[in-house]
């Protein structure tokens, strides 16, 4: 089946430690988008990727780093860089330009800061 | 920067009922969408609808979007105990490729 999948589930991490996460999708989308989520709050903007090898920050970039080696990869690295990092995680991909069409989302990570 | 204001926060009703939600955002926009969340999951697509349109079904959804008022409607009708979720508006602006979401109107269905 496409889709996207997101890796771990949930995540661990000592302060002062870098994590991954991962995100691979199936779909031949162009673009990939990493979103943030608090409690009871809105997705915010960390990163996207319209291309391979190409990316843009978005509204909360600081803290954090992407690559774009892979069409199907999107990796996201929380550093300790990153003051308050314990949130949920999602990932998503567009066919191409986000405003001609629909987000598909993965199922998320959820990271806790010990 | 948040775009999307979503209203009601929470919204509680009986099955069967409709639920009517609100969205609100500031700027010019390409298109407007829905989506849905699920506890502890991701977000399922809904319904897009373009800045040119104003009015929009999907089976038991209907959507309305008000440009000269900045504003949309998200309607479901004859809800079910699975419409429990929460709902979020995203906006696509015109001057980049982002999709800005709002808080979300968290929908609890009562049986």
């Known amino acids: 089946d496409g889709g996207i999948t997101q890796s771990p589930k949930y995540l661990f991490r000592k302060e002062g430690q870098n994590v991954t996460l991962s995100c691979e999708q199936n779909?031949?989308?162009?673009?990939m988008y990493w979103y943030r989520q608090d409690p009871g709050q809105g997705l915010r903007l960390i990163y996207y990727?319209?291309?391979?090898?190409?990316?843009q920050k978005g509204d909360i970039a600081e803290g954090y780093s992407v690559s774009r080696e892979k069409k199907e990869s999107f990796p996201l690295t929380v550093t300790s860089a990153q003051k308050n990092p314990t949130a949920f995680y999602l990932c998503?991909?567009?066919?191409?330009?986000?405003?001609?069409?629909?987000?598909?989302f993965g199922e998320g990570s959820r990271l806790t800061v010990l | 920067s948040q775009q999307g204001e979503e209203d009601p926060q929470a919204l509680s009703i009986q099955e069967g009922e409709n639920a009517t939600m609100n969205c609100s955002y500031k700027t010019s926009i390409n298109n407007l969408q829905w989506y849905r969340q699920n506890s502890g999951r991701g977000l399922v697509h809904l319904i897009l609808i373009r800045s040119n349109e104003r009015e929009k079904h999907s089976g038991r959804l209907r959507v309305t979007l008000d440009t000269s008022k900045k504003s949309s409607s998200l309607l479901i009708t004859a809800s079910r105990a699975a419409d429990t979720a929460s709902y979020f508006c995203a906006t696509g602006m015109n001057r980049d490729d982002k999709i800005i979401f709002g808080k979300g109107t968290r929908l609890h269905i009562l049986p």
């Open positions: 990727s319209q291309i391979v090898n190409d990316f």
């Open positions: 779909l031949n989308h162009d673009a």
């Open positions: 998503a991909s567009s066919i191409a330009n986000a405003n001609t069409g629909e987000l598909f």
